[in-house]
Nanobody, 118 residues
Framework: QVQLVESGGGLVQAGASLRLSCAAS????????MAWFRQAPGKDREFEAG???????SYADSVKGRFTISRDNAKNMVYLQMNSLKPEDTAVYYC????????????WGQGTQVTVSS
């Protein structure tokens, strides 16, 4: 498994942008599918964006067109660029990783808080 550490959260106003970063340990980072989840107060953790090990990406409808996930395999990093932030984007954001042969995300970061004020 890889170890994941998120950074980049903070307090911003509605309409602003923020970029989250996730640093991963390990020498096989490129073989992992990476994703960002978020958990708002009182709600379940939800998938927001994924970057496949093979190069594809996917997004939840709620963030499509506003958020962009990217990865740099040379640096063992994955990013989430968040634009046009809304108060409903307020949540703890988690970086997660899974191997290509499973649908289960087995590695999780500690989370980073994003708060969007109206």
């Amino acid at each position: 498994q890889v170890q994941l550490v998120e950074s980049g959260g903070g307090l911003v106003q509605a309409g602003a942008s923020l970029r989250l970063s996730c640093a991963a340990s390990g020498r096989t980072f490129s073989s992992y599918t990476m994703a960002w989840f978020r958990q708002a107060p009182g709600k379940d953790r939800e998938f927001e964006a994924g970057a496949e090990w093979s190069g594809g990406s996917s997004y939840a409808d709620s963030v499509k067109g506003r958020f962009t996930i990217s990865r740099d395999n040379a640096k063992n990093m994955v990013y989430l660029q968040m634009n046009s932030l809304k108060p409903e984007d307020t949540a703890v954001y988690y970086c997660a990783a899974r191997r290509s042969y499973t649908a289960t995300y087995g590695s999780w970061g500690q989370g980073t808080q994003v708060t969007v004020s109206s």
